[in-house]
């Protein structure tokens, strides 16, 4: 298989597999790119929670980027767990330095499925000020876009707002994630300041959703990196997470996780 857009992935280890670098490296591969690694913290976990969190020390953290940029290059940044403000600062300057000009898309991980924090606070002002300005796309759910901007989300018109808010703090599209919405549709929105896309579609009644935000950013990393524009990278990564969970494997006794091992057709950029 023809390996097409390489995609650098900062994020942390989920030791379960279903969640963080595992998950990213899975739909990146799955998707026909090339998956690369800075690891910013290792995470005990399964599908019942988050036991514990291992620091990687943030110089660290950005030597693993400056390494990977000065050999192999990327097409698309995906940044996803970086648990703390020293490494949230540590890979803006890396970035800044190795990354200018390549795409971001800045998954906002606070908060695992379990309801463990994934970063700390003084963390979140770091990620306005130094990582969402200028990211290509911010995928936050509900919980995070509120955290985000202060605003409360409860209905689709707040995930409007709520996006129209994070595009004024500098990115230049929110995919706005509506599955902690009640009812028996999840409608995720698009917004990009000159259009708002919305996919609306069925709940799947399951509880092997471990790893779906994870999931999707990267998947839309993978798409932007092989030459997708927006909406249809956003568009594949849909198809793909959806997919996804309708197969999933059914492990673990709590939140398991999706199907990464789906077969698909690699991009060809001359179709």
């Given at each position: 298989?023809?390996?097409?857009?390489?995609?650098?992935?900062?994020?942390?280890?989920?030791?379960?597999?279903?969640?963080?670098?595992?998950?990213?490296?899975?739909?990146?591969?799955?998707?026909?790119?090339?998956?690369?690694?800075?690891?910013?913290?290792?995470?005990?976990?399964?599908?019942?929670?988050?036991?514990?969190?291992?620091?990687?020390?943030?110089?660290?953290?950005?030597?693993?980027?400056?390494t990977v940029m000065e050999d192999l290059g990327a097409d698309c940044i995906k940044i996803g767990m970086l648990h703390?403000?020293?490494?949230?600062?540590?890979?803006?300057?890396?970035?800044?330095?190795?990354?200018?000009?390549?795409?971001?898309?800045?998954?906002?991980?606070?908060?695992?499925?379990?309801?463990?924090?994934?970063?700390?606070?003084?963390?979140?002002?770091?990620?306005?000020?130094?990582?969402?300005?200028?990211?290509?796309?911010?995928?936050?759910?509900?919980?995070?876009?509120?955290?985000?901007?202060?605003?409360?989300?409860?209905?689709?018109?707040?995930?409007?707002?709520?996006?129209?808010?994070?595009?004024?703090?500098?990115?230049?599209?929110?995919?706005?994630?509506?599955?902690?919405?009640?009812?028996?549709?999840?409608?995720?929105?698009?917004?990009?300041?000159?259009?708002?896309?919305?996919?609306?579609?069925?709940?799947?009644?399951?509880?092997?959703?471990?790893?779906?935000?994870?999931?999707?950013?990267?998947?839309?990393?993978?798409?932007?990196?092989?030459?997708?524009?927006?909406?249809?990278?956003?568009?594949?990564?849909?198809?793909?997470?959806?997919?996804?969970?309708?197969?999933?494997?059914?492990?673990?006794?709590?939140?398991?996780?999706?199907?990464?091992?789906?077969?698909?057709?690699?991009?060809?950029?001359?179709?």
């Amino acid at each position: 298989m023809q390996v097409k857009g390489r995609v650098l992935i900062i994020a942390g280890s989920d030791s379960g597999g279903g969640a963080g670098i595992q998950a990213d490296i899975k739909t990146v591969s799955a998707l026909g790119g090339y998956a690369m690694t800075a690891i910013t913290a290792l995470t005990a976990q399964n599908t019942l929670g988050v036991t514990g969190i291992q620091a990687v020390p943030a110089d660290f953290v950005a030597q693993q980027i400056r390494t990977v940029m000065e050999d192999l290059g990327a097409d698309c940044i995906k940044i996803g767990m970086l648990h703390r403000a020293e490494v949230v600062l540590a890979v803006a300057d890396a970035l800044a330095e190795t990354a200018a000009g390549i795409p971001v898309v800045l998954d906002t991980v606070m908060i695992a499925k379990g309801g463990h924090a994934l970063l700390d606070d003084d963390a979140v002002d770091a990620i306005k000020t130094r990582l969402l300005p200028g990211a290509a796309l911010v995928t936050p759910n509900l919980p995070e876009a509120e955290a985000l901007t202060g605003l409360p989300v409860r209905t689709v018109e707040d995930m409007m707002d709520a996006g129209e808010d994070i595009l004024a703090l500098g990115a230049q599209a929110a995919l706005m994630k509506g599955g902690h919405l009640e009812g028996d549709r999840v409608t995720d929105l698009l917004v990009t300041g000159e259009d708002c896309v919305g996919w609306d579609h069925p709940r799947i009644d399951t509880p092997h959703t471990h790893g779906t935000g994870c999931t999707l950013a990267s998947a839309c990393a993978a798409g932007l990196a092989q030459g997708l524009d927006l909406v249809d990278a956003v568009a594949r990564a849909h198809a793909f997470v959806a997919e996804a969970i309708r197969t999933a494997p059914g492990l673990g006794q709590g939140h398991g996780p999706l199907n990464h091992g789906l077969t698909v057709t690699p991009f060809d950029p001359k179709n």
